[in-house]
T-cell receptor, first 112, second 116 residues
Framework: GDSVTQMEGPVTLSEEAFLTINCTYT??????LFWYVQYPGEGLQLLLK?????DKGSNKGFEATYRKETTSFHLEKGSVQVSDSAVYFC???????????FGQGTTLQVKP | GAVVSQHPSRVICKSGTSVKIECRSL??????MFWYRQFPKKSLMLMAT?????????EQGVEKDKFLINHASLTLSTLTVTSAHPEDSSFYIC????????????FGPGTRLTVL
């Protein structure tokens, strides 16, 4: 079945460092891909998405490109801030089922 | 984005009792609601999908008699954990979506259930 694999955390960075969180997927058909963020004590929020190959999703300085050839959707940000500290979830929505399938989440901690 | 609330945010109960968790969409009509369970350092696992006014569809391995889901209105869904046991302790998260599969899902903040 469809699945999502994320790099294990926690990821600890200093402020203004470059961030990459790897995400790869397995799916039949043409899934849509998402990154969600969960700040402490809050629900998951959609960060960005891409619905077809080579699309780039971007929001709040974060970017991810839908790479069909490598089945990846890595999250990147050029300069992280302390306020970016959160748990990040990669997810796909299968074209067959319409259900969201999540990766295990990666905790990011940014230190001043 | 739209707001989804859950109540309670945290509950502790004795083994054998039942616990009800409410999920509300505050500013939109949620024709479809989803219930997830999240274990520590694990992914969110979809438990069931419910459409307003109809029976919930449960994922494989989820006991429908143990996890009762009611989606009686376009703004409210409830999850009742019946005869709870310690292994049911977990973080339960609901999500709501307006009509249409491609619409965004909005997530509640979750409910931490601890069964003693």
């Amino acid at each position: 079945g469809d699945s999502v694999t994320q790099m294990e955390g926690p990821v600890t960075l200093s402020e203004e460092a470059f961030l990459t969180i790897n995400c790869t997927y397995t799916a039949t058909g043409y899934p849509s891909l998402f990154w969600y963020v969960q700040y402490p004590g809050e629900g998951l929020q959609l960060l960005l998405k891409a619905t077809k190959a080579d699309d780039k999703g971007s929001n709040k300085g974060f970017e991810a490109t839908y790479r069909k050839e490598t089945t990846s959707f890595h999250l990147e940000k050029g300069s992280v801030q302390v306020s970016d500290s959160a748990v990040y979830f990669c997810a796909l929505r299968g074209s067959n089922t319409g259900k969201l399938i999540f990766g295990q989440g990666t905790t990011l901690q940014v230190k001043p | 984005g739209a707001v989804v609330s859950q109540h309670p945010s945290r509950v502790i109960c004795k083994s054998g009792t039942s616990v009800k968790i409410e999920c509300r969409s505050l500013d939109f009509q949620a024709t479809t609601m989803f219930w997830y369970r999240q274990f520590p350092k694990k992914s969110l696992m979809l438990m069931a999908t419910s459409n307003e006014g109809s029976k919930a569809t449960y994922e494989q391995g989820v006991e429908k008699d143990k996890f009762l889901i009611n989606h009686a209105s376009l703004t409210l869904s409830t999850l009742t954990v019946t005869s709870a046991h310690p292994e049911d302790s977990s973080f339960y998260i609901c999500s709501a979506r307006e009509a249409g599969e491609k619409n965004e899902q909005f997530f509640g903040p979750g409910t931490r259930l601890t069964v003693l």
